[in-house]
């Protein structure tokens, strides 16, 4: 086997589409957990992927080893188990051993790294930073576009 490159990419705001489940909350669960949508448990699972998240990690995960980077909540400790059923319900069993909850992004050496933030370590990966709805990559169409010219 030939060597890949190595490509991560973030969940929230990447592949998930954090606000999809977000605008469905009411006011008295989002008071509940002290208006921080993270803490409430089961909110991860219901969440939806972003436009064209899953055709593009399909697409990549040919090119490139590719695993998925995310952060959970302390708080919520669902949230670990929703992530990773997440990732089994929209990319397949393959993918599950491939989720990395971290809080250091940076400790995971790679070439690239697709993240909708500059935090939790993903200012200081060592790889190139893909900023993912960034002017440069605004949606998966450019990251592609970019990516898959890539050797």
């Not at 592949?15 to 008071?31: C, I």
């Not at 957990?33 to 040919?62: E, Q």
């Not at 929703?82 to 940076?106: C, F, M, P, S």
Request: aromatic share 14%; glycine share 6%; proline share 4%.
């Amino acid at each position: 086997m030939k060597n890949r490159k190595i490509l991560y990419i973030d969940m929230d705001g990447v592949l998930v589409d954090f606000d999809s489940e977000a605008k469905m909350v009411n006011a008295n669960t989002f008071k509940k957990h002290n208006d921080d949508i993270c803490n409430i448990p089961g909110i991860f699972l219901k969440m939806k992927p972003m436009p064209g998240a899953i055709s593009a990690y399909k697409k990549l995960s040919k090119k490139f080893d590719t695993y998925i980077l995310s952060t959970a909540p302390w708080d919520n400790p669902s949230a670990w188990s929703d992530k990773l059923q997440w990732v089994k319900k929209y990319l397949g069993e393959a993918a599950r051993k491939r989720l990395i909850i971290t809080y250091h992004k940076n400790l995971n050496k790679g070439d690239y790294l697709i993240d909708d933030m500059k935090k939790n370590g993903a200012e200081k990966f060592t790889g190139k930073f893909i900023l993912f709805g960034s002017d440069y990559f605004p949606d998966w169409h450019a990251i592609l576009k970019y990516l898959l010219k890539q050797k």
